[in-house]
């Protein structure tokens, strides 16, 4: 199963969603995504999301704040405001300790990051942001493949003008 990461979009679907996630077969959108955004993307792709610390009123009643799912025998867990290893946020951490995921994806802080999590065994990913607003300068995807593991992770790195 091939999984299209993204967060962050704040309204906008960069042209290179459309191109880097063709071959998806669904997307994980981890918030501040925008509700016609959502609309969009429902209409490209399958999209698991959850709403993020910036979408309207709206968004609450139409995503959760953490999604828990499994593809492909994996559990994992997303959220929007997460952290990441050694420093969760406190919110999260009892759900990660709980649930044990073996993917934990994130967005917020408009930084990628992927890393192995050797403490909670886990690979945790936030996608970085994806939309023109705030204060990153290159905006970033993340593609992978799941199956008996996750693999083949790819990167798309793009000026957010």
Not at 68 to 74: I, N, T
Not at 100 to 108: E, K, N, T
Not at 141 to 158: A, G, N, Y
């Amino acid at each position: 199963m091939r999984i299209g990461i993204l967060s962050d979009t704040h309204g906008t679907i960069p042209q290179q969603v459309y191109t880097f996630f063709a071959e998806c077969d669904e997307l994980w959108h981890a918030g501040d995504i925008g509700i016609d955004v959502l609309d969009k993307l429902r209409e490209f792709k399958p999209v698991v999301a959850v709403f993020g610390n910036m979408d309207c009123s709206d968004m609450h009643h139409l995503l959760p704040q953490t999604q828990l799912f499994q593809r492909e025998g994996h559990k994992i867990i997303m959220t929007h405001i997460g952290g990441y290893p050694g420093h969760y946020d406190k919110h999260i951490l009892p759900l990660i300790i709980a649930e044990r995921p073996d993917i934990f994806v994130c967005g917020h802080s408009h930084i990628l990051r992927v890393m192995y999590d050797k403490g909670y065994d886990l690979l945790h990913i936030n996608p970085g942001a994806a939309g023109r607003q705030g204060f990153h300068r290159v905006a970033t995807l993340v593609r992978l493949t799941i199956d008996d593991h996750p693999k083949d992770l790819e990167i798309c790195e793009f000026d957010k003008y």
